[in-house]
């Protein structure tokens, strides 16, 4: 895979990074957004500037989405694939349902979904230009069906309405833009990890994993796999899919 380009939003996130140092760790130069810059500069630090780069990247910013797109091509000559992993949120997230506002919805969802709208219209048109190209968007579990409630009793957790909405969203994106593009070499499909491990209490840990086969929670780079088959040739013919990635979880 030397001189593949992959271009990462979200990269300072554990689903960002995880997928970052996988890519390079196969031989991929990895282009870098986020807002958090140095998270991101620290994780060039970590893979190394001959094989990633960062920029500064608002998803919902639709000239920051197309300078990050150009820089990448200046920077490494190509921009072969992306992945949509950026999680914007504002100070409402986590909100239960019957105490949600307005103005924090208006932001999660257009963050969101309007993120992952705008950033599909660009890297799409980048990638008609140059006849063909990968996106990857990232859903959940959540965007499968309603959350499995008992798992958060006893706890101070939640599962927001707004990432049920968002999540299910993603996938049918994904769907709508796969069909858009026929005959031109572009795949555009989705991959819905399961509950990532990230400090959740003992209780919500046993209860979800009694709902899973093996392990329960992932860890991020448990997710890496089905990424980078989505890359490969081994899946050339695959799109418009919802790769599920959760132990189980949804069955």
Known sequence: MNNFVLAITGSSGR???AFAREAVSRGYKVF????????????????????SCFMYLDVTNINSIRNFIEACIKTFG???????????????????????????????????LGGAILFSQEIIENFKKQGFGNLVLISSVQGLGAPKFKHYEGTKMTSPIEYTAVKSGIISITKYLAKSFPGQQIRVNCISPGGIEDGQPEFFIKNYKNDCLNKGLLDSKDITGALMFLFSEDSRFINGQNIVVDDGWSL
Request: hydrophobic share 30%; proline share 3%.
């Open 78 to 112: 190509s921009l072969d694939s992306a992945v949509h992993s950026a999680y914007p949120r504002s100070s409402q997230w986590g909100t239960p349902f019957g105490q949600l506002k307005e103005e924090g919805l208006k932001i999660d969802l257009y963050s969101q």
């Open 15 to 17: 689903l960002g990074s």
């Open 32 to 51: 870098l957004g986020d807002i958090d810059e140095a998270k991101s500069l620290e994780l060039v630090k970590e893979l190394g500037e001959e094989n």
